[in-house]
Nanobody, 123 residues
Framework: QVQVVESGGGLVQTGGSLRLSCTASGRAFSFYSMGWFRRAPGKEREFVATIRWNGNTDYADSVKGRFTTSRDNARNTVYLQMNSLKPEDTAVYYC?????????????????WGQGTQVTVSS
């Protein structure tokens, strides 16, 4: 069983930045594809970003140019750097691990999920 734990959420003003961290247990972490998702109030959970084992990334159009995901396999950790934050970025952010090695966007392809961390952007 892989445990996934997010941290780093909080309250920030419009235009500010936050960095989320996500650690995942397991010796095979370096082979996992890792993803970030978010659920805004009253909305469905949606894809934000994904990073493959080799560092390849993909992003939702709504965050391209503002968010960057990276990973440190030695620390079993992935990061989501969020810049130029907007009120519409307010959501619970989830990290997930996929046993697939390709870039993974579909939620159904993720095997393990964290509990989420709240990000609130004030206007």
């Amino acid at each position: 069983q892989v445990q996934v734990v997010e941290s780093g959420g909080g309250l920030v003003q419009t235009g500010g930045s936050l960095r989320l961290s996500c650690t995942a247990s397991g010796r095979a972490f370096s082979f996992y594809s890792m993803g970030w998702f978010r659920r805004a109030p009253g909305k469905e959970r949606e894809f934000v970003a994904t990073i493959r084992w080799n560092g390849n990334t993909d992003y939702a159009d709504s965050v391209k140019g503002r968010f960057t995901t990276s990973r440190d396999n030695a620390r079993n950790t992935v990061y989501l750097q969020m810049n130029s934050l907007k009120p519409e970025d307010t959501a619970v952010y989830y990290c997930a691990a996929s046993l697939q090695t390709r870039l993974v966007i579909a939620q159904s392809d993720y095997n393990y999920w964290g509990q989420g961390t709240q990000v609130t952007v004030s206007s």
